[in-house]
T-cell receptor
Framework: QQQVKQSPQSLIVQKGGIPIINCAYE??????FPWYQQFPGKGPALLIA?????SEKKEGRFTISFNKSAKQFSLHIMDSQPGDSATYFC???????????FGQGTTLQVKP | GAGVSQSPRYKVAKRGQDVALRCDPI?????LFWYQQALGQGPEFLTY????????KSGLPSDRFFAERPEGSVSTLKIQRTQQEDSAVYLC??????????????FGPGTRLTVT
């Protein structure tokens, strides 16, 4: 059972563009939604996270939009740079369990 | 400060061998998690410790997989009688707390296991 669905699988944008990655979840008990960035050969690095009591959170060039009624959340990368080229994972967890359920990942390429 | 470290970074095992993978969490972090990441996929949960107590091992794929954290800091994931389907990157993560503030999980670089 796939509890977190992520799309698109891959994405190519030009430098300065705003890639958007979407995730949908099924379990309404989830209450913590992080995004991770992973470079080849490295572990996932936490970018930004949101809880369902807010609809948007910004940290630097990264923004999470959260729609609780639709059970969807998305990552926007403002003014994208070639150095942002990586695989991005959304995840979700239920309070008290700690266990993260990850989406399938989106490979982003930002062209110079 | 130092992040999560894992060793070895790479491990090649012949089918049927036992392997042990080590995780050193961030100092003071209470919670420790193991995940398995197959090529091109997102990490999948294996098991979770709060201090030395293993609170959830629902993700361990078989009884050949065993994890421990005897003193509440360093953890070892052991795989007995390795099979080819065990080939993956094994990721360790730690967090300061198990809920509320400090809930964020920080990952190590992973151990890439190849079973031949």
């Amino acid at each position: 059972q796939q509890q977190v669905k992520q799309s698109p699988q891959s994405l190519i944008v030009q430098k300065g563009g705003i890639p958007i990655i979407n995730c949908a979840y099924e379990n309404t008990a989830f209450d913590y939604f992080p995004w991770y960035q992973q470079f080849p050969g490295k572990g996932p690095a936490l970018l930004i996270a949101i809880r369902p009591d807010v609809s948007e959170k910004k940290e630097g060039r990264f923004t999470i939009s959260f729609n609780k009624s639709a059970k969807q959340f998305s990552l926007h990368i403002m003014d994208s740079q070639p150095g942002d080229s990586a695989t991005y994972f959304c995840a979700a967890s239920r309070g008290g369990t700690g266990k993260l359920i990850f989406g399938q990942g989106t490979t982003l390429q930002v062209k110079p | 400060g130092a992040g999560v470290s894992q060793s070895p970074r790479y491990k090649v095992a012949k089918r049927g061998q036992d392997v042990a993978l080590r995780c050193d969490p961030i100092s003071g972090h209470v919670s420790l998690f193991w995940y398995q990441q197959a090529l091109g996929q997102g990490p999948e949960f294996l098991t979770y410790f709060q201090n030395e107590a293993q609170l959830d091992k629902s993700g361990l794929p078989s009884d050949r997989f065993f994890a421990e954290r005897p003193e509440g800091s360093v953890s070892t994931l052991k795989i007995q009688r390795t099979q080819q389907e065990d080939s993956a990157v094994y990721l360790c993560a730690s967090s300061l707390a198990w809920q509320g503030e400090g809930y964020e999980q920080y990952f190590g670089p992973g151990t890439r296991l190849t079973v031949t």
